[in-house]
């Protein structure tokens, strides 16, 4: 029961993480921030902000890898396969647990409307048994048994960049080829979702003005975002930085194989 106990929080808490990436990266498309910036016209040089813009990736984007990190050094890592409509999503983290390391590996893979979730608790064997699975086994979660019904695939961009770049103003090209400008949480929630947890009022004037920089690949795709956060509320500062990268090289997304089983009832007491 101690062991339960002093198990059960860390575990929620990652699985947490999970859900929020889905959530703000997946979930933020039904707020109608899909489609790119209209094209400008051919006649009229784009300006740095919409050459940004066209190189987010969309659903006609080919399969393509991210990775992301959190400000709290939460590690995020997988596939984003637009043309399946599929994404699988690896979080890791460690933390100290009573004189030793927890580590954990937690994915999440959805294709169209299916979901399905693995853990590796690493040689933390026994809590495995504590969530009714076994070692990196795959359970189908049931969509209908979730307290948020709506953790499917929805968009390409799943790091949120085209939200934060619409957001942003006094976008330039470096002598780099890199772009630098500000983001604007003033006077836009979606932005706002995607890079605060806290009341971004306590950031004053500076919520106008946080400093990004982006860079696009030779093949005219976004390669990286990073944003300097600073700490609001009960969230520190830290960096919020999404990487896509290997377009047209990332494996397709598909059902999961082997022994996959229907997701136990502690599997959804976890997820909430």
Avoid at 58 to 63: I, M, V
Avoid at 117 to 123: I, L, R
Avoid at 128 to 145: A, I, T
Avoid at 228 to 241: F, I, K, N, S, W
Wanted: one cysteine or more.
């Amino acid at each position: 029961m101690t062991q339960r106990t002093s198990a059960t929080p860390l575990i929620r808490r990652t699985a947490v993480g999970s859900a929020a990436f889905l959530t703000a990266g997946l979930l933020l498309a039904g707020c109608g921030v899909v489609d790119k910036e209209p094209s400008a016209a051919p006649s009229t040089p784009a300006t740095p902000k919409q050459t940004l813009l066209a190189a987010v990736p969309d659903e006609k984007t080919p399969a393509f890898r991210f990775s992301g990190t959190e400000t709290d050094g939460t590690a995020l890592s997988g596939v984003v396969d637009p043309t399946n409509s599929g994404m699988e999503m690896v979080l890791t983290m460690s933390e100290d647990m009573n004189g030793g390391e927890l580590s954990i590996a937690m994915s999440m893979r959805a294709l169209d409307q299916d979901l399905w979730m693995q853990v590796d608790f690493g040689e933390t064997t026994e809590l495995y048994d504590l969530l009714g699975v076994k070692q990196k086994q795959w359970v189908d979660l049931d969509q209908s048994k979730l307290a948020d019904d709506s953790l499917t695939y929805e968009i390409a961009d799943v790091g949120n960049t085209g939200v934060i770049i619409r957001a942003s103003d006094d976008v330039q090209e470096q002598a780099d080829g890199s772009y630098t400008g500000t983001v604007d949480l003033t006077d836009d929630p979606l932005a706002t979702e995607a890079l605060f947890d806290g009341d971004i009022s306590e950031l004053g004037d500076a919520a106008a003005s946080i400093p990004f920089t982006a860079a696009i690949g030779a093949d005219g795709n976004l390669e990286t975002l990073s944003i300097e956060l600073p700490g609001v509320g009960e969230q520190p500062a830290g960096e919020y930085m999404v990487k896509y990268f290997d377009y047209g090289k990332a494996p397709a997304i598909t059902p999961p194989t082997g022994d996959v089983v229907p997701a136990p009832a502690e599997v959804y007491e976890l997820l909430g």
